[in-house]
């Protein structure tokens, strides 16, 4: 979607509906102005590997400077919006939450065809927190233990289980040897 010059939009490259990923498959276009040649290099930076916080920061720099010096108002909003837009996309945490519903709903109500833009912005990858990883339980620990030791004592140089014994079996002793509370 085009929001300014032949560089700057989500899925706009190159003056034509195509993500930045593939920015190095179409011959390039003349920025411009200052803002579109920012855009050109945040989509270039895009297109190695995904955008980069490096990347966003430096857009939403100079689209700040834009926003605050161009003679031109409606470069001078667009310019905002982009910067906006990079800025929401650096806010991170349980911590920033509020302050990124508030941008949002600006921006909202400033501009609502932005509402595409913005969700695509906040189902970004790079947005997403990961889980956070559960505790090892003080059982699964003894299992563990219990079952490393019993594979041990039961399996052969060869790398065989002794007669009698198997992965079931080691299992199920494994575990009664946890429920047991550790080793007997």
Do not use: F
């Amino acid at each position: 979607m085009k929001i300014h010059g032949n560089y700057c939009g989500p899925n706009w490259t190159h003056g034509l509906a195509v993500p930045a990923a593939d920015y190095d498959k179409y011959p390039e276009v003349q920025p411009i102005d200052r803002l579109d040649a920012a855009c050109q290099a945040h989509d270039k930076d895009c297109s190695q590997g995904g955008c980069s916080r490096k990347g966003d920061l430096a857009l939403r720099d100079v689209a700040l400077a834009v926003a605050i010096s161009s003679p031109d108002m409606q470069t001078r909003a667009t310019a905002a919006l982009i910067a906006a837009a990079m800025e929401l996309l650096q806010l991170h945490g349980p911590g920033d939450t509020m302050d990124k519903d508030i941008l949002i709903q600006l921006l909202l109500m400033q501009n609502p065809q932005l509402a595409p833009i913005i969700e695509m912005m906040q189902t970004d990858t790079r947005a997403a927190a990961k889980p956070k990883k559960r505790k090892v339980s003080a059982y699964s620990r003894r299992y563990g233990a219990a079952y490393k030791r019993l594979r041990k004592r039961h399996t052969l140089k060869n790398g065989k289980y002794r007669k009698g014994y198997n992965h079931k079996r080691l299992v199920k002793l494994a575990h009664k040897e946890a429920k047991r509370g550790g080793k007997r």
